[in-house]
């Protein structure tokens, strides 16, 4: 809008030629169409946002525009959390640990069992038209049974042997998904460290290209710069911008994706 008002005032003075303004003219309503279509894109969202949500679908500008990231993550804290917390590596620890069970229920079978038993009994019985009308008896009992595994021997192996099998495909289960964990978590750090190390970058590159702008728009304001040449200042600092937006949500992204690889996702 600035490079349009300049031009417009140095069109009327006539320093410059009517060609210029017409071009300044057309970069500044490419511009504003750009603009408008990002606030489409954004008003849609919000709207997509509010269905997902069941929030007033006109409900606007409650959300903080800017990506706040965390410091950078420890990676060997990262693994630690992961081994610990991650949901599908706790997942196989169960069927581990259930497998375990199962095998020292197939080992009990080859032992011994004894049953106790105990209780009291009374019974009282009076039948009128017998010798004698009334039958009384009371007391406690207790009663022991032993069980000896003698023909399920053969058995009882069988299912131990599927147990420890059963077992030991567990435990590789386990190893297998620790490994898919662990690689993912490395491939997803180098991703992440290269974002954070790009958003550095584009984070500079904003700030020179933003202060060259500045510089760009005096000199074209006293006419020692043409306005194709102010343009190429404007573009390179429109594309640092989106570059710095793109790194700043790749950076959040691959965040959080270590948070939840790891089971820090809250």
Known sequence: MQRFNIANS????GSISGLEYRQSKIDLNADSSQLMLQKQA????????????????????????????????????????ALLNNTSLLIYQKGIK??????????????????????????NAKTPVAAFTQNMS????????????????????????????Q?????????????????????LYNIYKNNHTLLDFETE????????LDIALEKYRIGSLSGVEFREFQRSYIEAV?????????????????????????
């Open 10 to 13: 140095k069109y009327q003075i």
């Open 42 to 81: 954004l008003t849609n969202a919000y709207i997509l946002l509010n269905k997902l949500l069941n929030n007033d679908l006109t409900k606007e500008n409650y959300l903080q525009d800017t990506l706040l990231l965390l410091p950078l993550f420890n990676y060997n804290q990262i693994i630690d959390s």
């Open 98 to 123: 259930l497998s375990e069970l199962d095998v020292k229920n197939s080992l009990s079978q080859f032992f011994p069992t004894i049953d106790f038993a105990t209780g009291y009994q009374f019974s």
């Open 138 to 165: 009371h007391g406690f009992y207790w009663g022991l049974t032993a069980r000896i595994p003698i023909f399920s021997r053969m058995e009882n192996l069988r299912n131990n042997k599927i147990a420890k099998y």
């Open 167 to 187: 077992m030991q495909n567990a435990e590789l289960q386990y190893k297998d998904v620790e490994l898919n964990v662990l690689s993912a978590l490395a491939e």
């Open 205 to 212: 590159n904003v700030e020179i290209t933003s202060e060259t």
């Open 242 to 266: 989106k570059r710095l937006m793109n790194a700043s949500y790749q950076a959040k992204v691959s965040e959080i994706g270590l948070q939840l690889l790891s089971g820090k996702l809250k």
